[in-house]
């Protein structure tokens, strides 16, 4: 098993910056690629980033590139998610996964999951 808290949402005003945090523990955390996710109301779960077992490797949504940077620190057993220039439409509930697969942005590939947290953009 493994366990993943994220932290780090909030509100902000359009143009500014968050990071949400992705703590893990549990099963071996450099085993898995790690993504974030984000869920809007009313529509479903969508890929965002992620980042392979070193941290060497990243891939990114389309709304997110050039905005949204994800990393990951092992030794810490944390994944970062630093979001700049933030937009309204970036508001949504935001979710660490763990999967076995690198590259994966199907949610039904990511064997484990956070609580997620809210994030909140004002125009």
């Known amino acids: 098993q493994v366990q993943l808290v994220e932290s780090g949402g909030g509100l902000v005003q359009a143009g500014g910056s968050l990071r949400l945090s992705c703590a893990a523990s549990g099963r071996t955390f450099s085993n898995y690629a790690m993504g974030w996710f984000r869920q809007a109301p009313g529509k479903e779960r969508e890929f965002v980033a992620g980042i392979d077992w070193s941290g060497g490797i990243r891939y990114y949504a389309v709304s997110a590139t050039g905005r949204f940077t994800i990393s990951r620190d092992s030794a810490k057993n944390t994944v970062y998610l630093q979001m700049n220039n933030l937009k309204p439409e970036d508001t949504a509930v935001y979710y660490c996964?763990?999967?076995?697969?690198?590259?994966?942005?199907?949610?039904?590939?990511?064997?484990?999951w956070g609580q997620g947290t809210q994030v909140t953009v004002s125009s």
């Open positions: 996964g763990a999967s076995a697969i690198l590259g994966s942005r199907q949610i039904h590939e990511y064997d484990y």
